[in-house]
């Protein structure tokens, strides 16, 4: 009997639903370093934001359900789909709890802080539409 062997191949949502994740995550994580007191020089100018231990703690957990979400999807893991809709939904609330805390002036607020907020709401939607519609679906195993 001769063995038949399948080559797996990724789909171009499936590896822009994982990159996305990875890159929203890296993100993620940069924001939390910038909570702590961390400035993130780039060249002419540093990237700084005020010191907010709660938003750190927030945005370190989104990138950590993202990176995770990553991962399952570029491994091309049977639970890629439901891991990454759960890490972009995560990290949606965690972007909604900041966009509330800064409109109830609940602590210090930048222009950088407002754009990201508004830039992640947008980006993570799109993404959980990309994951809901049916070419989401059969990318990551997840069927009709």
């Given at each position: 009997?001769?063995?038949?062997h399948?080559?797996?191949?990724?789909?171009?949502?499936?590896?822009?639903?994982?990159?996305?994740?990875a890159?929203?995550?890296?993100?993620?994580f940069?924001?939390?370093?910038?909570h702590?007191?961390?400035?993130i020089?780039?060249?002419?100018?540093?990237?700084?934001?005020?010191?907010?231990?709660?938003?750190?703690?927030v945005?370190?957990?989104?990138?950590?359900?993202l990176?995770?979400g990553?991962?399952?999807?570029?491994?091309?893991t049977?639970?890629?789909?439901?891991?990454?809709?759960?890490?972009?939904?995560?990290?949606?609330?965690?972007?909604?709890?900041g966009v509330?805390?800064?409109?109830l002036?609940?602590?210090p607020?930048?222009?950088?802080?407002?754009?990201?907020?508004?830039?992640?709401?947008v980006?993570?939607?799109?993404?959980?539409?990309l994951?809901?519609?049916p070419?989401?679906?059969?990318?990551?195993?997840?069927?009709?």
């Open positions: 009997m001769v063995e038949k399948t080559i797996h191949s990724r789909s171009g949502v499936a590896t822009a639903v994982g990159v996305l994740s890159i929203y995550a890296a993100t993620f940069f924001g939390a370093l910038m702590l007191g961390v400035r020089p780039l060249g002419l100018a540093d990237l700084s934001e005020p010191t907010i231990l709660p938003a750190s703690i945005e370190s957990l989104c990138g950590l359900a990176l995770f990553a991962f399952a999807v570029l491994t091309r049977n639970w890629a789909w439901t891991t990454a809709f759960a890490a972009h939904t995560f990290a949606l609330g965690g972007v909604m709890l509330i805390a800064l409109a002036g609940a602590g607020s930048t222009d950088l802080n407002t754009i990201y907020h508004r830039v992640m709401l980006a993570l939607v799109a993404v959980l539409g994951l809901l519609l070419a989401g679906r059969t990318a990551l195993n997840r069927g009709g």
